[in-house]
């Protein structure tokens, strides 16, 4: 299949192809027909080396966009994604809300960057409310994420069970869980954005670890049999 590569010679008056190495002029009329050039023209090694480079020049342009482009609507998905924590300016009281990070990234990517919310803790009833709240993400957009206020709550802590120290968390890690004063568990996902204050005044951090075993213990008791710890003895 011979490679084809058109060149706006005259605004929509006629294009050229170069095609097998031929240079075929196609004339566009008022009315909209095509007329080809009965006697094509074969362009010299210069000409078409020129046409080439400068095809590369604007494709390699136009990549290089492109991929700028995506990694900026890369960077604002991730930036703005994820449930956040805001006072309702109406109640004055905690309210989880999920930004619209599929537009926001999108307007980021036109120059022009607007955000609004996806979803609220008060909705529907308050669904037509004036999101007058999206001023406290503007400020503050990574210290109101649900996910990064319960980092910074597991730092410094222990692991109810095991007493191990947590460490720095990400969000691709395997999480901790809580417990509340009665021992049932609490996942992040589970945690009521709107409750968060709460939750992590009533209930206590466990390591994954201990939360996969001692979840497993309960649900499956029959399964597993504790033997006590055994010290070593010298003879
Ligand atoms: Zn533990």
Redesign the pocket.
């Known amino acids: 299949m011979p490679s084809f590569f058109p060149i706006i010679r005259k605004k929509y008056s006629s294009v050229v192809f170069i095609a097998s190495r031929k240079i075929m002029i196609y004339r566009v009329c008022n009315s909209g027909t095509i007329f080809e050039n009965p006697n094509p023209v074969k362009p010299s090694e210069e000409v078409v080396k020129m046409i080439t480079a400068l095809y590369v020049v604007i494709g390699t342009a136009f990549l290089l966009a492109l991929v700028l482009a995506l990694r900026g609507f890369i960077r604002n998905y991730v930036k703005w994604r994820g449930e956040r924590l805001v006072t309702c300016p109406e109640t004055e009281k905690s309210a989880g809300v999920v930004v619209n990070a599929k537009h926001a990234a999108v307007t980021a990517a036109l120059g022009d960057r607007d955000l609004t919310l996806n979803d609220c803790t008060r909705w529907p009833e308050r669904r037509n409310c004036g999101q007058a709240c999206l001023a406290q993400i503007e400020s503050a957009p990574e210290g109101c994420l649900v996910r990064n206020i319960l980092q910074g709550w597991y730092r410094g802590k222990s ?1 109810i ?4 120290k947590f460490q720095e968390i990400h969000w691709h890690d395997h999480k901790p869980a809580l417990r509340d004063r009665k021992g049932d568990f609490l996942e992040w996902v589970q945690v009521p954005a709107d409750q968060l204050s709460e939750v992590l005044q009533t209930h206590d951090p ?2 994954w ?2 939360f996969i075993a001692e979840n497993f213990r309960r649900v499956h008791p029959e399964l597993v049999t504790d033997r006590p710890q055994k010290t070593a003895t010298w003879h």
């Open positions: 692991c069970y095991c007493g191990r466990v390591c670890n201990c």
